[in-house]
């Protein structure tokens, strides 16, 4: 069970670290992935996992700004009509690709705790015309929306970022409605590798809480309700910590 101060802690290191990527963004600068250190010279961040079409598609700030390690648009099947929640949005990159995919009939809700990123993702929202998005202040372990208010929840490597991963899976079954779906990306660990030697690793990668194992984050799933749950490790981003694409579905 994860303390109030344990959260507080872990959620201030990650405002810390993601109001300084947006901070170089608006100096038009390139954040890092992970944290720095002598062996960590490179920069960059996840725009790598979308194409050059769908890069396009959004303004310059919104792609520089993101810092996931997958691409949940890809993988959500979003159709027209929907409401989606993008959890952790950053510089808004998913919820602006989600708005186009769901049309002026949708909505793609970005929820963030960091004011600068908040900021980067209006900016771009404005910038892009898109007016079937919104972007929220608040945590992802209490999400500001109602009960059953969500088709969709994407989400790109930040439910690894949080202290209270099984607040998060709760509210997310929570705010989808009976049938929705979450379609997320994530840094998961394998099972064999302690807790401490998940932080230690995922300091590298910026999974400054420490990433789920495999099975943990099955369990953790199916505990809060999900069914249909399906997990697809996609690339190695250290040493026994993985990049991958999580299903499921709320019955």
């Known amino acids: 069970m994860t303390s109030p101060d344990e959260l507080a802690d872990v959620r201030e290191r990650v405002r810390a670290r993601y109001a ?19 062996e960590r010279e490179e920069t960059g961040t996840g725009a790598g996992q979308y194409t050059g079409a769908e890069q396009a598609e959004v303004p310059g700030q ?6 996931g390690c997958g691409n949940p648009v890809a993988v959500a099947d979003l159709r027209a009509g929907e409401t989606v929640l993008d959890l952790g949005s950053g510089g808004g990159l998913d919820v602006l690709l989600s708005a186009r995919r769901v049309g002026p009939a949708g909505k793609a809700y970005g929820l963030d705790m960091t004011d600068e990123m908040l900021a980067v993702a209006r900016a771009s929202a404005r910038e892009a015309g898109a007016t079937n998005a919104e972007f929220l202040k608040g945590h992802i372990e209490a999400i500001p929306l ?3 208010s969500v088709d969709v929840i994407i989400s790109n490597c930040v439910i690894n970022l949080s202290g209270d991963k099984a607040a998060v899976l709760a509210e997310s079954f929570r705010v989808l409605r009976p049938g929705g779906r979450i379609g997320v990306s994530d840094i998961l660990a394998e099972d064999h590798l302690a807790p401490a030697e998940r ?19 099955r369990d953790g799933l199916a505990l809060a309700g999900f069914t249909a749950i399906t997990i ?7 040493d026994g910590l993985h990049s991958a694409i999580v299903r499921a579905t709320r019955p």
């Open 199 to 217: 932080i230690e690793r995922g300091r590298q990668v910026g999974a400054i809480a420490g990433a789920l194992s495999f099975a943990e984050y």
């Open 232 to 238: 697809s490790p996609t690339h190695q981003v250290a």
């Open 146 to 148: 109602p009960d059953e």
């Open 20 to 38: 300084g990527a947006a901070a170089t963004v608006l100096a038009g600068g390139i954040p890092a992935c992970g944290e720095p250190g002598p």
């Open 62 to 67: 919104a792609v520089t700004a993101s810092l």
